[in-house]
T-cell receptor, first 118, second 116 residues
Framework: GAVVSQHPSRVICKSGTSVKIECRSLDFQATTMFWYRQFPKQSLMLMAT?????????EQGVEKDKFLINHASLTLSTLTVTSAHPEDSSFYICSARVAAGAHTDTQYFGPGTRLTVL | DQQVKQNSPSLSVQEGRISILNCDYT??????FLWYKKYPAEGPTFLIS?????DKNEDGRFTVFLNKSAKHLSLHIVPSQPGDSAVYFC???????????????FGGGTRVLVKP
């Protein structure tokens, strides 16, 4: 149980284009999803918290107009990197928090999306 | 200000022996702690967690110990297996604090190598 998927797993795009990454909780409902970014050999950096049906809460220093987050349902959140530039190249990981039950304080992570902007 | 620290960036252990990973935190509001295992180019996999009302939680080969007064937790893996070779992250949250937003604060990770 508690499986989170991400799509695509890998994407290469040209500078200036937009890329959408999907995060789905497959076997549970997630009221809250989180988006992280990981640079090589570093820990995960939280970008934003996404609550179903409301606006995302962005961490300090994260541009909300550049990283658009939509959490339209209890099982799907999307991250759109708009007008991507090479410095946006990174490993993006989402996580989902179980809506109810014994493990509501645990986040389950997706497999990640490797974005390369040329 | 790093609120969660893993002071050992790497650990090497022989197969069959015990792996002990340490984690320290500074924020006394944290009351829920988790350990994740991560392979390169993959998302973290949840291993085990512990609430601050406990000082020990065990699940198979994994045991987490929490010392609240010292703001210290550790993960014991015994016996260690070659498949355990990965990066391990500890994380902390304050689920009872609404302003914290259920966010996880991660340590920097410890790379574990289990030698056959």
């Amino acid at each position: 149980g508690a499986v989170v998927s991400q799509h695509p797993s890998r994407v290469i795009c040209k500078s200036g284009t937009s890329v959408k990454i999907e995060c789905r909780s497959l076997d549970f409902q997630a009221t809250t999803m989180f988006w992280y970014r990981q640079f090589p050999k570093q820990s995960l950096m939280l970008m934003a918290t996404s609550n179903e049906g409301s606006k995302a809460t962005y961490e300090q220093g994260v541009e909300k107009d550049k990283f658009l987050i939509n959490h339209a349902s209890l099982t799907l959140s999307t991250l759109t990197v708009t007008s991507a530039h090479p410095e946006d190249s990174s490993f993006y990981i989402c996580s989902a928090r179980v809506a109810a039950g014994a493990h509501t304080d645990t986040q389950y992570f997706g497999p990640g999306t490797r974005l390369t902007v040329l | 200000d790093q609120q969660v620290k893993q002071n050992s960036p790497s650990l090497s252990v022989q197969e069959g022996r015990i792996s002990i990973l340490n984690c320290d935190y500074t924020n006394s509001m944290f009351d829920y702690f988790l350990w994740y295992k991560k392979y390169p180019a993959e998302g973290p996999t949840f291993l085990i967690s512990i609430s601050s009302i406990k000082d020990k939680n065990e699940d198979g080969r994994f045991t987490v110990f929490l010392n609240k007064s010292a703001k210290h937790l550790s993960l014991h893996i015994v016996p260690s297996q070659p498949g355990d070779s990965a990066v391990y992250f500890c994380a902390a949250s304050a689920p009872g604090i609404k302003a914290a937003g259920n966010k996880l604060t991660f340590g920097g990770g410890t790379r574990v190598l289990v030698k056959p």
